[in-house]
């Protein structure tokens, strides 16, 4: 069977079965991660089915970023792989499975666990780069606004001058983990998107800070600098 009829079997069953109320985390967001991660594969040799069931099952379980078991998430997600595989798929290949496991529960950030294989170092950078960039600026802003949270600090926008408070302003995010993830970056051509798109939100960030004192036809070369040399 192809990638494709693969890919296609996954969707019809994640179109069916799982309903996702956060937006940020839907079947459009798997496609996309395993877009990211055959551009990936073009660099590093890597077993593609393994990568491509990672990308669509690493959020089958996907808990609310203030959920007190957030950091297991991907532990969840990953018994449940192993499960789902056996009984919906049965003709998968029962000795890739594993393989798929590790990728699903190494994915996470918030977990914290060594992705051990190629194939879970892909998967986990392709993840991570749906955080940067354009898409990752709009994630950011939708997920905060689902939780509640301000956009940022009026009074200490770039918190010059106070800790790092992400659970409060969504732009302190970007600090707080956004801007890191290249340097989290398990590939090569992982690391080179990263920080591409890293720099997009800095730009976004020096956009932001000029517009609010007044200047819309301009960047604030200050915070351009600040965080393009950290």
Not at 53 to 64: A, I, K, M, R
């Amino acid at each position: 069977m192809s990638l494709n009829d693969w890919q296609q079997r996954f969707e019809n069953w994640f179109n069916h079965n799982w309903q996702k109320e956060d937006k940020a985390h839907d079947v459009a967001h798997l496609r996309r991660v395993w877009q990211t991660a055959r551009q990936i594969m073009r660099t590093v040799k890597a077993d593609e089915l393994v990568v491509l069931t990672g990308c669509y099952f690493h959020d089958l379980v996907n808990l609310p970023k203030n959920h007190p078991q957030r950091h297991l998430a991907s532990t969840f997600a990953a018994d449940q792989t192993r499960q789902l595989l056996r009984k919906h798929f049965t003709d998968f290949p029962a000795e890739k499975i594993e393989a798929v496991v590790h990728c699903v529960q190494a994915h996470s950030f918030s977990a914290r666990i060594s992705a051990e294989t190629i194939e879970a170092k892909i998967v986990q950078d392709a993840d991570r780069l749906e955080s940067l960039g354009a898409i990752g600026l709009a994630r950011t802003f939708y997920v905060s606004g689902a939780l509640g949270r301000a956009l940022f600090d009026p009074d200490d926008p770039f918190a010059a001058e106070r800790p790092l408070d992400d659970l409060e302003w969504a732009l302190d995010h970007f600090q707080a983990k956004l801007l890191r993830l290249p340097l989290t970056m398990q590939t090569d051509e992982g690391k080179r998107m990263a920080t591409f798109s890293a720099r997009f939100l800095v730009t976004y960030m020096a956009k932001l800070s000029a517009e609010l004192q007044g200047n819309y036809c301009g960047i604030d070369e200050t915070i351009l600098k600040q965080f393009t040399d950290e």
